[in-house]
């Protein structure tokens, strides 16, 4: 165990794994994109070239500022509630605005409005892989502004993680942890708004533009909107609780989220919407009611599970979860060991890939291209239970060895 204080280790395989994941993210994304449009649909060997211009559009980079001065309007307008977050190394709380729904809803009108007065939503379709191209490009340049931000910072303002003195690993890490442009905090604006808005509104395009072009969407089209409208739904209407995430309270603002925040998330979760335009695939209602029923599952696991942490975190003597089982730490704050935090050590996670299962199959299983997201986000979820382990247990020490003592298995009960 790291002693506190001292510097935190590197992580992502330090800066070759940094330069490494620089290249091969976006490489993947655009594999992606283009695997989905093509014949065979191969998650593995490369698909056809594009035509050329296809990465370009002059209106592309337009398109795309709009949307995001749109979400960054709707982020500054009068929210329902003002939360602060965790106190900062200086004793300080940030405030944050929560009008992240309010910011679905808005744009949901406006969409409407929109479709109502004969905005072609549909060739929104047309527009992904230039709109994919800006979205990289802009990640990098604000990753650049963010890096050089960070020098002019205090040393307070600094992340834990992404100030090693290593210039590429620091740039995409991030090095400030909070860094705001005026009202506007960078990192949780990106992280719920442009990106996972952006995502439904890509998916309801691809809808759109399957009922234009088959005269109706598709039943499994339907299900992956809707499952997938749920997720960003309740992220946005839990807004608060992403401010006690490793990615507020630990991770700088680098290219690692930026890119995350503001291309990966829209351009590949929406990677089984795309795949069903071109490549329809029939489902039966018994079969999709079970598709159903996986994700209610999911999403009973995954809301129960964050929803208790929650609630037990912002008040230990709610009636709620006053009853469950608790370890004391050094820290003054305690570890649930019953409930859902007693069953494995991050049933949230569970859940989240219980409903990921739910969003592939649609998709039937000719093709492995749409387990995509499941495949991608089980190596993720792996990945970030050891980091947040390592970071609990230079937190709560003996505690939280005392913790995995008494809950041994990680994400799958009696599995993993
Ligand atoms: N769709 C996507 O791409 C992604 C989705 N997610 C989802 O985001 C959600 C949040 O995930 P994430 O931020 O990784 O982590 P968690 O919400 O699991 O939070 C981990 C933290 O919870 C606290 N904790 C851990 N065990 C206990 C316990 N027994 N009792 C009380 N508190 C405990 C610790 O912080 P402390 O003690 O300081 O409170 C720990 O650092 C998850 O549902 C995940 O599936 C995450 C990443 C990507
Ligand atoms: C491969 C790559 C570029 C990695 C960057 C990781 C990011 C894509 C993810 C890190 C944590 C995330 C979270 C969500 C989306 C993906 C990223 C940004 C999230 C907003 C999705 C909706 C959930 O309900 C959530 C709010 C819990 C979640 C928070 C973490």
Not at 66 to 83: D, E, I, T
Not at 346 to 372: E, Q, R, T
Request: aromatic content about 12%.
């Amino acid at each position: 165990m790291a002693p506190q204080g001292s510097p935190a280790p590197l992580e992502f395989g330090g800066p070759l794994g940094a330069a490494a994941l620089m290249l091969l993210l976006p490489a993947t994304m655009f594999h992606l994109l283009l695997a989905a449009r093509s014949g065979p649909a191969r998650l593995l060997g490369l698909p056809a070239p594009p035509p050329a211009g296809a990465l370009w559009s002059p209106a592309a980079p337009l398109l795309w500022l709009s949307w995001l001065g749109l979400q960054a309007a709707f982020y500054l307008l009068p929210a329902r509630k003002v939360a602060e977050g965790q106190e900062l190394k200086d004793k300080s709380r940030l405030r944050y605005p929560i009008n992240g729904f309010q910011a679905l809803v808005l744009t949901a009108l406006l969409v409407g409005l929109g479709v109502c007065a004969g905005l072609p939503l549909g060739m929104l379709t047309d527009m992904l892989l230039p709109l994919a191209a800006v979205a990289t490009l802009a990640a990098f340049l604000f990753s650049l502004l963010l890096y050089l931000k960070a020098l002019l910072a205090p040393a307070s303002a600094l992340a834990p993680g992404g100030n090693s003195g290593n210039p590429i690993y620091d740039f995409f890490l991030g090095r400030e942890l909070n860094p705001r442009i005026g009202p506007l905090d960078c990192k949780y604006f990106c992280e719920l708004r442009p990106g996972l808005i952006g995502w439904v509104l890509i998916n309801l395009a691809l809808l759109v533009q399957e009922a234009e072009l088959r005269g109706s969407p598709s039943l499994a089209m339907w299900l992956v909107n809707g499952f997938q409208l749920l997720y960003v739904g309740d992220a946005l209407w839990h807004e608060e609780a992403i401010l006690t995430t490793m990615d507020i309270t630990h991770d700088g603002f680098g290219f690692m989220l930026a890119f995350g925040d503001l291309a990966w998330v829209p351009f590949t979760y929406s990677l089984q919407a795309q795949f069903l335009l071109y490549h329809p695939q029939p489902l039966e209602l018994p079969m999709a009611s079970v598709i159903c029923l996986v994700n209610a599952v999911g999403y009973y696991i995954f809301r129960g599970a964050n929803s208790q942490k929650n609630t037990f975190r912002k008040n230990p003597s709610d009636p709620r979860v006053a009853g469950l089982e608790t370890i004391s730490t050094a820290t003054g704050k305690q570890l649930l060991v019953s409930g859902w935090w007693g069953m494995v050590r991050h049933p949230n996670y569970l859940g989240d890939l219980i409903m990921a299962l739910a969003w592939s199959l649609p998709c039937g299983v000719s093709h492995l291209l749409p387990y995509f997201y499941l495949l991608y986000f089980t190596a993720l979820l792996v990945h970030r239970e050891a980091r947040d382990e390592q970071q609990c247990l230079r937190k709560y020490g003996l505690a939280w060895r005392e913790y995995c003592r008494r809950v041994p298995y990680r994400i799958v009960p009696y599995v993993y």
